[in-house]
């Protein structure tokens, strides 16, 4: 129970702290966005990680939280409502709670690849419904609020961004208690159950549907809440938030963090958040690395980076990280080395003019160029085929206690 305190007391400081280490206009903002997308890629992790559902149309629950959110916020300015604007993200919860109430009444009743290709029509139902509808939705323009209405919290009137992030901050860290909690309840274990027997847990008395149907509805809620933070934040919403380019990104969040463990999803969207805010500012192919980092992650890390560091326990419990530190570092330099190339090459692949890199000029069009890159790449690959050897007995001896335990 201590050490369970001292996490979440940990993790309530590192909440608190964040602005005070990054507090440029920029760091606010990104910091801003980590908080929605955080909470986003956990309610996400819920459904699929913890439920086995797959969802395409995830992002239903996020937009439509976010549209009831708006709205509310231009109630409160018309004064048809009175209330502080910390409660719109309960707002977004509520509206995303219904809707999973009513689609999840169901959707849950099928499984797999079935559920999967419901969730997706159901989310082109709703982006298409939201070009129909445009009372509610606005069209292709959304629908825009102002968040500085409304009475003021403590004198507080969320006018700066940096108010925004500790609001953020605060809802941010309840739903992560509540979506833990959650899991530790007999509702949140039989979801495990489901996700990994099915069969089994029906022969032992629990329905499949009721369970991820609970499920459902609660990552519905807490995907609600997010697109509530979403409407505060950026005071507007379009049907760019219900579609499936939004379902993909939190699908990507959630995989390369790491499916099934609690901190995945959040390392997953500091990932994304941090090559959308600013890798996109420095290359126009960031999407093309975000591909790859996809790609690598299923072929090498299946369990997201959250797996990559739980693969770490036995050594860490039998005192031989120490001894992976070397190997690590001398596969990591080539590595780099290798990857460093790599997106020289691709750099100048799309160069227009001349490309700065690594304090040389290259041209696209210059063969000397291409050659220096490809013998950097030359380098480094085999600098890794070289050193992995060493790592993979490195890690033998590191892990031969937890081995011959399961032996």
Request: net charge neutral; proline share 2%.
């Amino acid at each position: 129970m201590k050490k369970h305190l001292l996490l979440w007391a940990a993790y309530a400081l590192v909440l608190v702290l964040l602005p005070s280490l990054f507090s440029s206009v920029l760091g606010i903002s990104i910091l801003n966005q980590m908080t929605i997308w955080i909470l986003f890629a956990l309610s996400y992790n819920m459904m699929l990680g913890q439920g086995g559902m797959l969802s395409f149309g995830h992002a239903v629950y996020f937009g439509l939280g976010g549209f009831m959110s708006v709205h509310a916020l231009n109630l409160i300015a018309d004064e048809v409502l009175v209330f502080s604007i910390t409660l719109i993200p309960l707002v977004g919860g509520v509206f995303g709670l219904l809707a999973a109430l009513f689609i999840g009444s169901f959707s849950t009743r099928k499984a797999g690849t079935v559920f999967a290709m419901i969730s997706l029509g159901i989310g082109e139902l709703i982006v298409a419904s939201s070009l129909i509808f445009v009372d509610f939705f606005g069209g292709e323009a959304g629908v825009s609020g102002d968040r500085t209405y409304g009475p003021a919290f403590f004198g507080i009137e969320f006018l700066q961004d940096s108010e925004v992030y500790y609001l953020g901050a605060f809802w941010l860290f309840v739903a992560t208690l509540l979506m833990y909690l959650f899991t530790q309840t007999p509702a949140g274990r039989m979801a495990n159950a489901v996700r990994d027997n099915p069969e089994r847990a029906e022969f032992i008395g629990y329905s499949t549907r009721r369970v991820r149907f609970i499920t459902f509805c609660a990552a519905g809620m807490f995907a609600g809440v997010a697109g509530g933070l979403f409407a505060i934040n950026y005071e507007f919403i379009t049907e760019e938030n219900l579609n499936a380019l939004t379902s993909g990104r939190v699908l990507l969040m959630a995989y390369i963090g790491g499916l099934g463990f609690f901190i995945g999803p959040i390392i997953g969207a500091v990932i994304l958040t941090l090559m959308n805010s600013l890798l996109s500012n420095y290359s126009e192919m960031w999407m093309l690395y975000l591909g790859i980092l996809f790609l690598l992650t299923v072929m090498f890390l299946p369990k997201g980076f959250a797996g990559f560091i739980m693969m770490h326990r036995a050594a860490w419990n039998n005192g031989k990280m120490g001894s992976l530190v070397l190997p690590y570092c001398l596969t990591a330099l080539p590595a780099g080395l290798f990857l460093t190339a790599f997106i020289g090459m691709v750099e100048l692949s799309h160069a227009d003019e001349l490309l700065h890199f690594l304090s040389m000029d290259l041209a696209n069009d210059s063969a000397f160029s291409w050659f220096v890159l490809a013998m950097l790449a030359a380098i480094g690959a085999g600098g890794v085929k070289l050193a992995r050897p060493r790592l993979a007995a490195a890690w033998e001896h590191a892990n031969a206690a937890a081995q011959e335990a399961k032996s």
